[in-house]
Nanobody, 118 residues
Framework: QVQLVESGGGLVQAGGSLRLSCAAS????????VGWYRQAPGKQRGLVAA???????NYANSAKGRFTISRDNAKNTVYLQMHSLKPEDTAVYYC????????????WGQGTQVTVSS
C-alpha cells in the first residue's frame, strides 16, 4: 500500500500563509483520493479538504476561500496551500488516503503541527 508522509507545518502569525505537503511513496494516482484533516487539542479530527483521483475537490466550510488543495502527479504529492491563517487553524494536520467511498484509511501518520499566533 502507498504510504503518505506530511510535512510543511510550522509557526506563523495570523494572516500568514503555509503550504503543507503530502508525499506518496508510490503513484499518487493509484489512490482513490487524498484528504487533509486536522485535530486541535481537545477536539476531534475533521476533514479540511480532499481531492479525488479525477481532480474533484471539496472543502470544509472553515477552509473555503482560504485553503486550496492541489496535486502534482509528477511529484506524487498533494499540497494544502493555506492563506489568511487564523489562530483557530492551529492543529496537527494529517493527510490520508481515501477509499472509493471517500472514507479515510484506518492508519494515520504523525501529522505536521501548524501553530498560528495572534
Amino acid at each position: 500500500q502507498v504510504q503518505l508522509v506530511e510535512s510543511g507545518g510550522g509557526l506563523v502569525q495570523a494572516g500568514g500563509s503555509l503550504r503543507l505537503s503530502c508525499a506518496a511513496s508510490g503513484s499518487i494516482l493509484s489512490i482513490n483520493g487524498v484528504g487533509w484533516y486536522r485535530q486541535a487539542p481537545g477536539k476531534q479530527r475533521g476533514l479540511v479538504a480532499a481531492i479525488t483521483r479525477d481532480g474533484t475537490t471539496n472543502y470544509a466550510n472553515s477552509a473555503k476561500g482560504r485553503f486550496t488543495i492541489s496535486r502534482d502527479n509528477a511529484k506524487n504529492t498533494v499540497y494544502l496551500q493555506m492563506h489568511s491563517l487564523k489562530p483557530e487553524d492551529t492543529a496537527v494536520y494529517y493527510c490520508n488516503g481515501l477509499s472509493k467511498e471517500l472514507v479515510p484509511w484506518s492508519s494515520w501518520g504523525q501529522g505536521t503541527q501548524v501553530t498560528v499566533s495572534s
